[in-house]
């Protein structure tokens, strides 16, 4: 599967954005998506993900509450709202598809296929 994300931008503190990943493919309901984040000089982390139909979602402890990860299977889609963005929520934004079997599914490792990366910048 090939994943194209966009929808990334510059906010202000306390702003929304709405990241959007579309697959390419006949099985993305088969997939895990997943949505990570990596800053300047740090490593890549999970932000949220959403299991195969959607009935199912996982959020880091930093953005619980404030973001939300939804999928829309007709649409090969995924997307991320967040809401009350914080500067420290500066950073590359990927998605990503784990075609494996566990849930919730946070670990970075399992992902196989990431899509480009889209720059989030929340100034202050």
């Known amino acids: 599967v090939q994943l194209q994300a966009s929808g990334g931008g510059l906010v202000q503190a306390g702003g929304s954005l709405r990241l959007f990943c579309v697959a390419s493919?006949?099985?993305?309901?088969?997939?895990?998506m997943g949505w990570f984040r990596q800053a300047p000089g740090k490593e890549r982390e999970f932000v949220a993900a959403?299991?195969?139909?959607?009935?199912?979602?996982h959020y880091a402890d930093t953005v619980k509450g404030r973001f939300t990860i939804s999928r829309d299977n007709a649409k090969n889609t995924v997307y991320l709202q967040m809401n009350s963005l914080k500067p420290d929520d500066t950073s590359v934004y990927y998605c990503a598809a784990s075609y494996g079997s566990t849930w919730p599914e946070g670990d970075v490792d399992n992902y196989g296929y990431w899509g480009q990366g889209t720059q989030v910048t929340v100034s202050s």
């Open positions: 959403i299991s195969w139909s959607g009935g199912s979602t």
């Open positions: 493919g006949r099985t993305f309901s088969r997939y895990i």
